[in-house]
């Protein structure tokens, strides 16, 4: 399935890999297809809306910058994405770039069951994160 993307012009993508977020991203919740697109040397990804090609979020996976993150989810978000074992999930963060520094969003994860493409960004409770937590790429 061709695609246009905000960053990197039409490009084309495997249909069964394409995320769901039944809800929307908070603030996005009209757009619901999302792909998930590597950035060339580097360990960013982009979260690309299949709807709007203007809707682009970089991510990164959490752990490659903070090696002690933790997440819990809830009994209904568990079911909500179908979750039946932490191997079918993948984390993403979203972050931002700014002039002189780039800060990831580690009180909302994106939580994705790599099975069936289900994904939802939740909000922890845990206030040891930040929403805009300075990270290192």
């Known amino acids: 399935m061709m695609i246009d993307t905000k960053f990197f012009g039409e490009i084309e993508i495997d249909e069964n890999k394409i995320l769901t977020f039944e809800k929307g991203i908070p603030g996005l919740e009209e757009y619901k297809k999302y792909a998930v697109i590597d950035v060339e040397n580097s360990k960013l990804l982009c979260l690309q809306s299949i709807e709007e090609k203007n809707i682009a979020l970089l991510v990164i996976f959490p752990w490659d910058y903070v090696e002690d993150y933790e997440i819990e989810l809830s009994d209904e978000e568990i079911q909500e994405l179908e979750l039946n074992t932490h191997e079918d999930v993948i984390v993403y963060n979203v972050i931002t770039v700014r002039e002189n520094k780039i800060t ?3 009180l909302a994860p994106i939580v994705v ?5 289900k994904a939802k960004q939740i909000i922890l ?3 040891k994160y930040s929403i805009r ?4 790429c």
């Open 104 to 106: 990831a969003n580690l």
């Open 113 to 117: 069951n790599v099975k069936n493409n």
């Open 125 to 127: 409770n845990d206030k």
């Open 133 to 136: 937590q300075e990270i290192k």
